[in-house]
């Protein structure tokens, strides 16, 4: 079975934090994803990478970097946390032509 | 433009069929997925369609027609474990071989006795 593992289930920082989320696969995927679910507004891509050192902007970057240093690992930046970025994160990893795998998921708050 | 349409919720009976519908407007469609997310919890893959038709994977089924843009899944037998949200997701291509899920609001299904 395919893992994908998030650092965190939950997490609670303040305003202007520095904010990494980590995602860790275990199949050697070359696609790696993060996205942010809000209610009522679906997952949005916020950045993504087809390989190691290389990412690319998805619908949603600003406030966000991202880096992907190893295959199976790819972290989430947020360089200056706003409550406004109070949502679930979620990772993803996956294969061309394979569907995308999940991890459990990080609710993050900002106060 | 990319745009994904599914109804926001639907209600079905414990051991009844329900179908949810998606449609979709994309420029370089290379498939469609259904997936299964229950509350606090991670999507999880359910069915993959590229070509037209209808793909059975027991008690879930999942249609496509390509030059309507449209999807259907098809749940049969329902259980109350079947309560979740469903979502619908389409690879599009975004610049050569590269491709993205654009993906639907989701569906959330309300299973009763």
């Known amino acids: 079975d395919v893992k994908v593992t998030q650092s965190s289930r939950y997490l609670v920082k303040r305003t202007g934090e520095k904010v990494f989320l980590e995602c860790v696969q275990d199949?050697?995927?070359?696609?790696m994803f993060w996205y942010r679910q809000d209610p009522g507004l679906g997952l949005r891509l916020i950045y993504f990478?087809?390989?190691?050192?290389?990412?690319e902007k998805g619908d949603i970057p600003e406030g966000y970097s991202v880096s992907r240093e190893k295959k199976e690992r790819f972290s989430l930046i947020l360089e200056s946390a706003s409550t406004n970025q109070t949502s679930m994160y979620l990772c993803?990893?996956?294969?061309?032509?394979?569907?995308?795998?999940f991890g459990d998921g990080t609710r993050l708050s900002i106060l | 433009g990319q745009n994904i349409d599914q109804p926001t919720e639907m209600t079905a009976t414990e051991g009844a069929i329900v179908q949810i519908n998606c449609t979709y407007q994309?420029?370089?469609?290379?498939?469609l997925f259904w997936y299964q997310q229950h509350a606090g919890e991670a999507p999880t893959f359910l069915s993959y369609?590229?070509l037209d038709g209808l793909e059975e994977k027991g008690r879930f089924s999942s249609f496509l027609s390509r030059s309507k843009g449209y999807s259907y899944l098809l749940l049969k037998e329902l259980q109350m474990k079947d309560s979740a949200s469903y979502l619908c997701?389409?690879?599009?291509?975004?610049?050569?071989?590269?491709?993205?899920?654009?993906w639907g609001a989701g569906t959330k299904l309300i299973i009763k006795p």
């Open positions: 993803a990893s996956g294969s061309e032509n394979q569907p995308q795998h």
């Open positions: 199949m050697d995927h070359e696609n």
């Open positions: 990478s087809y390989d190691v050192k290389m990412k």
């Open positions: 994309t420029s370089g469609f290379n498939g």
């Open positions: 369609n590229v």
């Open positions: 997701a389409v690879r599009d291509r975004v610049r050569d071989s590269n491709y993205q899920l654009i």
